[in-house]
Nanobody
Framework: QVPLVESGGGSVQAGGSLRLSCVAS????????MGWYRQAPGKQRELVAH???????NYADSVKGRFTISRDNVKSTVYLQMNSLTPEDTAVYYC?????????WGQGTQVTVSS
């Protein structure tokens, strides 16, 4: 059973916004450092946003100032608010633990940004 289910993706025009959600179904979610990854066609999966050990946040340079990660431990859910989207943000987005992700990944959610 895959313990992570992502949703919220879609097709938007450049400059638009989307909010992704990831519902986790594993124990002690609140004690785990979570992050959002993405994989664009022909590219390796990259970590774009994550919480750190002291519950602060860290972002890849390419999304800094545009994306915001948040979480609701009561709902075992991680969110990614994405603003000012560009075509370079087109990818399948996944959530998982950081720094050592589960071997089994969720199905991801597709984000497509058109110019």
């Amino acid at each position: 059973q895959v313990p992570l289910v992502e949703s919220g993706g879609g097709s938007v025009q450049a400059g638009g916004s989307l909010r992704l959600s990831c519902v986790a179904s594993f124990s002690f979610f609140g004690f785990n450092t979570m992050g959002w990854y993405r994989q664009a066609p022909g590219k390796q999966r990259e970590l774009v946003a994550h919480f750190t050990g002291n519950r602060s946040t860290n972002y890849a340079d390419s999304v800094k100032g545009r994306f915001t990660i948040s979480r609701d431990n009561v709902k075992s859910t991680v969110y990614l608010q994405m603003n000012s989207l560009t075509p370079e943000d087109t990818a399948v987005y996944y959530c998982n633990k950081v720094p050592v992700p589960f071997r089994s990944w969720g199905q991801g959610t597709q984000v497509t940004v058109s110019s």
